[in-house]
């Protein structure tokens, strides 16, 4: 019987990630304040929300395994999170154009108690050509990836806005770093083939029993 998995965030591009991994999953919406302290460094801000995430939804559900995660673009060592309306967003990317961006998308796997919280976060280095205003607003009005941190929507129209993505993990810049995720589970000794197995032994004994 495969354990019970939580993805801890209502993101639909987290959701459309982890389901590549073919497990079944939930999804519940953490109960999480993510205002950045003062003076917090991108990555630690990406990271401590990733923990809250999973820690919060795992404490209203025992015995699951959680993941959380957040993403914090950087700029100029500030942070970038989402324009959430169009001005924002044409801000963010006219600050961004012909520039290097970070993006730091964290996950945190907390398994069933009293198992410790695990963590990791993947940097994702992007560098945005010179992008005219007219551009910009183009893509703005085509896209409107006002849910996106920074403002850029890879997986969609916004690849063209790029000149160079540099990272180990290419889905971290989406929003969940499958490759961080997967070497989390199996560390916590989730072993992601096995779960598939029974996932589809439980389903053939089902079929045979019609």
Known sequence: MTERLILASTSVYRRELLARLRLPFEVVAPQVDEAPREAEAPAALAERLAAAKAAEVAGR???AWVIGSDQVAELDGRPLGKPLDHARAV???QAMRGRAVRFHTA???QPPAPAALRRTTVC???KFRALSDAEIETYLRLEQPYDCAGSAKCEGLGIALL??????????????PLIATCRLLQDAGWNLFAQL???AGSRGSLEEGR
């Open 163 to 176: 000149e160079a993505i540099e990272s180990d993990d290419p889905t971290a810049l989406i929003g969940l």
């Open 107 to 109: 996950v945190a796997l």
């Open 197 to 199: 197995q029974a996932q």
């Open 91 to 93: 801000a963010q990317l």
């Open 61 to 63: 559900c025992p015995g």
């Open 124 to 126: 994702v280095r992007v």
